[in-house]
Nanobody, 126 residues
Framework: QVQLVESGGGLVQAGGSLRLSCAAS????????MGWFRQAPGKERQFVAA????????SYADSVKGRFLISRDNAKNTVSLQMNSLKPEDTAVYYC???????????????????WGQGTQVTVSS
């Protein structure tokens, strides 16, 4: 059974940093794209960042470019999201996602991902 478990969320002041991690189990994802999405109250889930299977390609939402960095450790079957210069508008539940197919292409579309974690809350205070 595939599981994605996020950790690292919390409360931080604007301008601060957080590092989210996602641990995958049940199968290896070393050749699969993985991504982060977020959903704020009353809003639709939106793309944040994604990384291809080899880790060579990344994709970011315009709103987080230059502030967030996605990385992966295929040996540990994990993907991380380093979030710097956080803003109140970054407040949301952050979800980890994985594509069941092998691909180096980091899609920003939620329907490209087959497995999802339960989410971790990130709250940025002003």
């Amino acid at each position: 059974q595939v599981q994605l478990v996020e950790s690292g969320g919390g409360l931080v002041q604007a301008g601060g940093s957080l590092r989210l991690s996602c641990a995958a189990s049940g199968r290896p994802f070393s050749s699969n794209a993985m991504g982060w999405f977020r959903q704020a109250p009353g809003k639709e889930r939106q793309f944040v960042a994604a990384i291809g299977g080899s880790g060579g390609r990344t994709s970011y939402a315009d709103s987080v470019k230059g502030r967030f960095l996605i990385s992966r450790d295929n040996a540990k079957n994990t993907v991380s999201l380093q979030m710097n210069s956080l803003k109140p508008e970054d407040t949301a539940v952050y979800y980890c996602a994985a594509d069941r197919s092998s691909t180096d292409y980091p899609s920003g579309r939620s329907r490209a991902y087959d497995y999802w974690g339960q989410g971790t809350q990130v709250t940025v205070s002003s």
